[in-house]
């Protein structure tokens, strides 16, 4: 979801071996199954999925607080 809202890129690895970078464009149901719909690759049903990671770190920084 944060992928989705946030347009942040994600890492996917998929239960075949296969992995992959990108971003969620939609999170829903098709046919009574749980999808997710990427920007650049083919809408993946949620138990193809074995794990999601952000693509990088989060940065901490105190950019903009004052």
Do not use: C, M
Not at 23 to 29: C, F, L, S
Not at 42 to 62: C, D, F, G, K
């Amino acid at each position: 979801e944060e992928s989705q809202i946030r347009g942040i890129p994600i890492e996917i690895h998929l239960r075949d071996g296969r992995k992959f970078e990108d971003r969620v464009r939609e999170i829903g149901k098709l046919e009574g199954e749980d999808f997710v719909v990427f920007r650049d690759h083919e809408a993946t049903p949620l138990r193809r999925i074995s794990n999601v990671r952000r693509a990088w770190p989060v940065e901490h920084t105190y950019a903009g607080k004052h």
